[in-house]
């Protein structure tokens, strides 16, 4: 019996011993992962703000008349040139 004792524990330390480097190893390899992926995180949160800045100055729309005028040459039109065209969608096709 004290034999099948000694033999269990020499076989239980080294494994246990084992399973806690195991651990630990895991640990930080996962610490690494995460500390990567909040670095990507901000530098995503960083890169959609400079985006969104983009986005409002693109959206501006002193820039769009801007466009329109000087580089397209458009022009505002006085309501009385606008035609309204209306549609009589009464009648059906074969009619």
Do not use: C, H
């Not at 630990?24 to 530098?43: F, M, V």
């Not at 329109?68 to 035609?83: F, M, Y």
């Amino acid at each position: 019996m004290r034999n099948l004792l000694v033999w269990l524990v020499a076989i239980l330390v080294p494994l246990m011993l084992f399973l806690q480097v195991n651990q630990a190893y895991e640990y930080q390899r996962l610490s690494t992962t995460i500390r990567k992926q909040r670095s990507q995180i901000t530098e995503l949160i960083e890169e959609n703000n400079r985006l969104d800045v983009g986005r409002a100055i693109l959206e501006n729309p002193a820039r769009i008349e801007q466009i329109a005028t000087e580089e397209l040459g458009l022009s505002v039109i006085e309501s009385q040139r606008i035609i309204k065209v209306r549609l009589n969608n009464s009648r059906r096709v074969g009619e």
